[in-house]
């Protein structure tokens, strides 16, 4: 996965199948399919009228006014009725109209979040063939490519924790919450969690 979308090809907004991974996740429907293509058709041709990439459209207001606009346009298609994202045509082009539609600077509180030591105590007391948390989706990152059995817990660490959530996303504050187990056996401690708490605060 390019973690970096040179191409363009991920949507501000998208509507996805998604899961805590505590449960197998609804597939979407072909309406929201057909949205999402729909949303990046629309992107390729925005981003050659005005001149820029198409990653360079997606990330600004305008690429997330489109976003919106294509999704509505797919559930009007398929004859949807209720409640619609208001959004102006012309701010899928314009800057100023977009901005003052989808900009802002409101307050994100992400109420759970995880990560795990990929050298904490807690693998000392686990099989050595054992392989946790190997099956979630960002386990799959560059860093778990180093060789070594276990590179891939390297993805869910600390460092990658605090560039998705503080430098990646617009999230203000975010509850650290710990996976459940017994105090030895804590993929991450409270001293580590305490940590994590003192690299963010030094961020601003």
Request: charged share 25%; glycine share 6%.
């Amino acid at each position: 996965m390019d973690r970096l979308d040179n191409d363009g090809i991920r949507l501000p907004i998208k509507i996805d199948s998604t899961s805590n991974g505590e449960y197998e996740p609804i597939p979407i429907t072909t309406r929201n399919e057909q949205g999402n293509k729909l949303a990046l058709d629309w992107a390729t041709k925005s981003s050659r009228r005005l001149g820029k990439s198409r990653r360079k459209f997606l990330i600004s207001s305008c690429g997330a006014a489109s976003t919106l606009l294509a999704l509505n346009h797919a559930n009007a298609y398929h004859n949807r009725r209720g409640g619609f994202f208001d959004v102006r045509d012309e701010s899928a082009i314009d800057n100023h109209s977009a901005n003052a539609q989808v900009g802002g600077n409101e307050f994100i509180f992400d109420v759970q979040g995880h990560y795990v030591n990929p050298e904490g105590d807690w693998l000392s007391r686990i099989p050595s063939s054992a392989r946790p948390y190997a099956g979630m989706e960002k386990a799959a990152c560059e860093a778990a490519n180093s060789g070594a059995s276990r590179a891939y817990l390297n993805c869910l660490s600390e460092s990658e924790f605090i560039k998705d959530i503080f430098l990646d996303s617009d999230t203000d504050i975010m509850v650290l919450s710990f996976v459940p187990s017994t105090r030895e056996n804590e993929p991450v401690t409270i001293e580590d969690a305490d940590q994590t708490r003192r690299i963010v605060a030094e961020l601003e």
